[in-house]
């Protein structure tokens, strides 16, 4: 292992000078140790070429060259804008998802070792020429015994030692990219390769992806916006995944799309509609929503439905990072810069301590020069990606959540303007958004919060016993009662939340509040309202 290990850091390290990416460190405001460094480093001792390509082209030549892995990585590292340049993560999002397919034989030996039986007892054909081959994994055809046409999805064999040099060495450049230099350390490079190590694990379990696509097909079941290919679970394992081969046009594919008389309006503003439905509606949102990932059934053009596939990564947003982010938005396109401000600060984007004032006239220096275009031509993915930024100032801290949101959001802005280039995302957002805060403060769903807080208080009740038989235990003279715990109180609170919970519910079932009758729920509202306030 060590002399693998080795070897690969030979094979880096040739990369790095053959593109001379060595400069792009020596480039950086380094301390003085860093700096002699340089001259201690033996290819630096003879003539370089002055290179004629820009930093992000061999950056991502680099990461080519480098295989599969490093590719996936610059994939990965391209969607992360709000910490890389512009011209490296431009550079970066050229990289194709395309990579040499692997031995069909290998394949065809895994697929046979994870199903335990034969291919040709399981499939009544199997090709064994690749459809499509990505960094870490490529896909087949195949036809079932029961008829069904199906793709099979085979990770590349003999990836995970490879996974874990290469992870290995980029924590161990990171690490030395965070000591030697300010700027690194503002890029986080360590937090960068740690999400893109769980990224990549999680890509190598096909079951996980199986998963996501089967609540991704649940929560549209019956939808004329998208379609999601059924998996067929019988046949999945961790290495192999089998699911229903899908018939339609690359998203990207213009020509074939007007050739067949697809409306292209309504086409770019499902996709909108698919996004903030994911979002808003599910929490649960496809987030590698790249044109390949992405296609067009070619059944009703008139009334155009999206296929997606590739479920490997998904993101999920909280109750409030949903109703924070929402809020957010309403509040930008109003120019209330205050209130999205505050809106920061209460989420805990940024730190409690943070001066509003100061914060406000950050965001509307930022942003007011966003108003001189028509709204049509806003984007809302820059505007997210500004607001982050401007935060990134007063300390925000990274949330990966809203890093997959930007991205998501920035392809299929960038895709729905490429099928309709006069696309006004805001006037198909808007809608949703406000039919979404009205649903969500309507009394049907304010009486569904109550409810389910009122099942909570057998549970609370209990705990609230085994709390006061605790602090009941009699204690010396001497010793002064043992003083609530934080988590205690938190108990407390939580049991006087669900008593205020109770009375409004016995209150609200009855005609008249003020009377004799109701004088129970009164009393577990006023217990209620002291076990929260009280310290």
């Known amino acids: 292992?060590?002399?693998?290990?080795?070897?690969?850091?030979?094979?880096?390290?040739?990369?790095?000078?053959?593109?001379?990416?060595?400069?792009?460190?020596?480039?950086?405001?380094?301390?003085?140790?860093?700096?002699?460094?340089?001259?201690?480093?033996?290819?630096?001792?003879?003539?370089?070429?002055?290179?004629?390509?820009?930093?992000?082209?061999?950056?991502?030549?680099?990461?080519?060259?480098?295989?599969?892995?490093?590719?996936?990585?610059?994939?990965?590292?391209?969607?992360?804008?709000?910490?890389?340049?512009?011209?490296?993560?431009?550079?970066?999002?050229?990289?194709?998802?395309?990579?040499?397919?692997?031995?069909?034989?290998?394949?065809?030996?895994?697929?046979?070792?994870?199903?335990?039986?034969?291919?040709?007892?399981?499939?009544?054909?199997?090709?064994?020429?690749?459809?499509?081959?990505?960094?870490?994994?490529?896909?087949?055809?195949?036809?079932?015994?029961?008829?069904?046409?199906?793709?099979?999805?085979?990770?590349?064999?003999?990836?995970?030692?490879?996974?874990?040099?290469?992870?290995?060495?980029?924590?161990?450049?990171?690490?030395?990219?965070?000591?030697?230099?300010?700027?690194?350390?503002?890029?986080?490079?360590?937090?960068?390769?740690?999400?893109?190590?769980?990224?990549?694990?999680?890509?190598?379990?096909?079951?996980?992806?199986?998963?996501?696509?089967?609540?991704?097909?649940?929560?549209?079941?019956?939808?004329?916006?998208?379609?999601?290919?059924?998996?067929?679970?019988?046949?999945?394992?961790?290495?192999?995944?089998?699911?229903?081969?899908?018939?339609?046009?690359?998203?990207?594919?213009?020509?074939?799309?007007?050739?067949?008389?697809?409306?292209?309006?309504?086409?770019?503003?499902?996709?909108?509609?698919?996004?903030?439905?994911?979002?808003?509606?599910?929490?649960?949102?496809?987030?590698?929503?790249?044109?390949?990932?992405?296609?067009?059934?070619?059944?009703?053009?008139?009334?155009?439905?999206y296929i997606a596939i590739d479920c490997g990564i998904v993101g999920s947003l909280t109750p409030e990072d949903q109703d924070y982010l929402a809020r957010n938005v309403m509040a930008f396109f109003k120019r209330d810069y205050r209130k999205v401000a505050q809106l920061h600060i209460d989420s805990g984007w940024v730190p409690k301590d943070t001066k509003v004032n100061e914060f406000e006239a950050a965001i509307r220096t930022v942003c007011e020069p966003i108003f001189d275009k028509p709204l049509k031509d806003i984007s809302f993915g820059q505007v997210l990606m500004r607001l982050f930024q401007t935060a990134q100032r007063f300390n925000m801290e990274v949330q990966p959540q809203l890093v997959l949101l930007q991205k998501t959001l920035l392809n299929i802005e960038g895709l729905g303007r490429q099928l309709y280039p006069d696309l006004d995302l805001w006037s198909t957002a808007l809608p949703f958004l406000e039919r979404w805060m009205r649903e969500r403060h309507s009394p049907k769903t304010v009486l569904q919060n109550l409810q389910s807080q009122v099942e909570q208080v057998p549970h609370l009740a209990n705990m609230t016993r085994d709390l006061l038989e605790r602090y009941s235990q009699p204690h010396s003279h001497n010793q002064a009662a043992p003083a609530l715990k934080t988590e205690d109180r938190g108990v407390l609170r939580l049991l006087g939340a669900g008593l205020l919970v109770g009375a409004a519910v016995l209150l609200s079932g009855s005609p008249d509040w003020v009377n004799l009758s109701t004088w129970p729920a009164w009393l577990m509202g006023v217990a209620g309202l002291y076990l929260v306030v009280r310290r």
């Open 1 to 305: 292992m060590k002399l693998l290990a080795l070897r690969r850091l030979l094979r880096i390290l040739r990369v790095i000078i053959r593109h001379q990416l060595d400069d792009l460190l020596f480039s950086l405001p380094l301390p003085f140790w860093a700096r002699l460094l340089r001259h201690a480093l033996p290819w630096r001792w003879l003539p370089r070429r002055q290179p004629t390509l820009s930093r992000g082209a061999r950056l991502r030549l680099s990461l080519q060259e480098l295989g599969p892995i490093f590719i996936k990585f610059g994939q990965i590292l391209s969607t992360r804008r709000d910490l890389l340049p512009a011209d490296i993560a431009d550079e970066l999002a050229h990289l194709q998802d395309r990579v040499p397919p692997f031995d069909p034989a290998k394949a065809l030996a895994l697929i046979e070792s994870q199903l335990g039986a034969k291919v040709e007892q399981v499939f009544a054909r199997f090709d064994g020429q690749p459809l499509a081959s990505a960094s870490v994994a490529q896909v087949h055809a195949a036809q079932l015994k029961s008829g069904e046409e199906v793709v099979v999805k085979v990770i590349r064999p003999g990836l995970k030692p490879i996974i874990e040099q290469d992870i290995a060495w980029l924590f161990m450049i990171a690490r030395l990219a965070e000591k030697a230099s300010a700027d690194a350390r503002r890029l986080r490079p360590i937090e960068v390769v740690s999400d893109y190590e769980k990224t990549i694990y999680d890509e190598l379990d096909l079951l996980r992806e199986a998963a996501n696509a089967s609540q991704l097909r649940r929560n549209f079941e019956g939808s004329p916006l998208l379609y999601v290919p059924q998996v067929y679970w019988d046949l999945c394992r961790p290495k192999v995944l089998v699911m229903e081969r899908i018939y339609g046009v690359q998203v990207t594919d213009l020509v074939t799309l007007a050739d067949q008389r697809t409306d292209m309006k309504l086409l770019a503003e499902r996709g909108v509609e698919i996004f903030f439905t994911q979002v808003f509606r599910d929490s649960f949102f496809h987030a590698d929503m790249h044109p390949g990932n992405i296609f067009v059934s070619t059944r009703t053009p008139w009334n155009p439905q």
